[in-house]
């Protein structure tokens, strides 16, 4: 018989007499295993449950505190990646400062945990402190006192806007704030009227001197095109300002008493929200008077006569 055909009556009898196929598994105790089921059967690399210093270590643990002592007093600063946060310092009247460092860390903990986004973290001012907030829950008080920036600039909101940014900045990469949400303005510094017997001065001439006053200056940069508190469309370019009193068109002349420069402005818009500034120049006007690379100049201002 030709090979072709035993093999064919090989298969035939296979179908017919119902005996098991080439490839096909061994019974055991006349169950059949495929081998996926056999594959079952073979050792299996279960996950060890990690022990809690293994959690803790695979979640970033991102906050310490660290306790010392301050100016006779207990203290506790706490850091979120190494830098330093904010300082705790114990008073007769309140809570152990390294409870309070504790419970805030374990909140900043958490922030990170539920992803928080850090653009909704603000600071405002209620109450003669600094709150921090995060979507529109508070945080932490800072007052200078019982809490306080490690590093601190002795001005209270200096520190208070410095913690907010540092805080934003890592939990999560987000811009830096430029002003405190319902800071109490300080009142403006008295405006000193001219001697009769001065002549209005000749550099940048715009107009007699009405009025005078001193302060800090700082500059600002909306994208162009939006909106000033006038309506009018923001210009970069431009030598305008804000201020938070003077008429909008109130020209006035800025001079930086560090260099000498000045430039005549237009008041525009509204501002600046930070205390102990005067005026928020545009970025052209800044140029002008040679503040860029400082950010803040001290400068006298003349209001001038239309």
Do not use: C
Not at 24 to 52: F, L, M, W, Y
């Amino acid at each position: 018989m030709k090979q072709t055909q035993l093999w064919s009556v090989v298969a035939l009898s296979t179908t017919v007499l119902g005996l098991p196929s080439v490839g096909r598994a061994a019974t055991t105790n006349g169950n059949s295993t495929t081998p996926d089921e056999a594959g079952s059967n073979d050792a299996v690399n279960v996950k060890k449950p990690q022990s809690i210093r293994e959690k803790l270590i695979s979640r970033d643990i991102l906050t310490q505190i660290h306790s010392h002592n301050l100016a006779g007093r207990q203290a506790t600063t706490l850091y979120i990646r190494n830098i330093p946060f904010l300082t705790f310092v114990s008073q007769a009247d309140i809570s152990n400062s390294d409870e309070r460092a504790s419970a805030i860390a374990a909140k900043i903990n958490q922030l990170v945990t539920d992803k928080v986004d850090a653009s909704q973290i603000t600071v405002s001012w209620k109450a003669a402190s600094y709150i921090i907030k995060v979507n529109g829950e508070e945080l932490v008080k800072i007052d200078g006192k019982t809490t306080r920036l490690p590093d601190t600039t002795n001005n209270l909101s200096q520190d208070a806007l410095q913690a907010t940014n540092r805080l934003r900045r890592l939990i999560d990469v987000a811009y830096a704030l430029n002003q405190i949400n319902s800071i109490p303005f300080p009142p403006p510094e008295p405006i000193k009227q001219p001697q009769q017997a001065k002549k209005p001065s000749q550099q940048n001439t715009g107009g007699e001197v009405q009025a005078t006053s001193k302060g800090m200056a700082s500059y600002y940069s909306y994208e162009g095109g939006n909106r000033t508190a006038t309506g009018e469309r923001f210009n970069p370019q431009g030598l305008t300002a804000a201020h938070r009193s003077l008429p909008f068109g109130t020209r006035v002349r800025v001079t930086n008493t560090g260099n000498g420069r000045s430039v005549v402005v237009r008041i525009n818009d509204r501002g600046p929200f930070i205390r102990g500034r005067v005026i928020d120049l545009s970025v052209s006007a800044a140029r002008e008077l040679g503040m860029i690379s400082s950010g803040v100049a001290a400068v006298k201002l003349e209001i001038l006569s239309n």
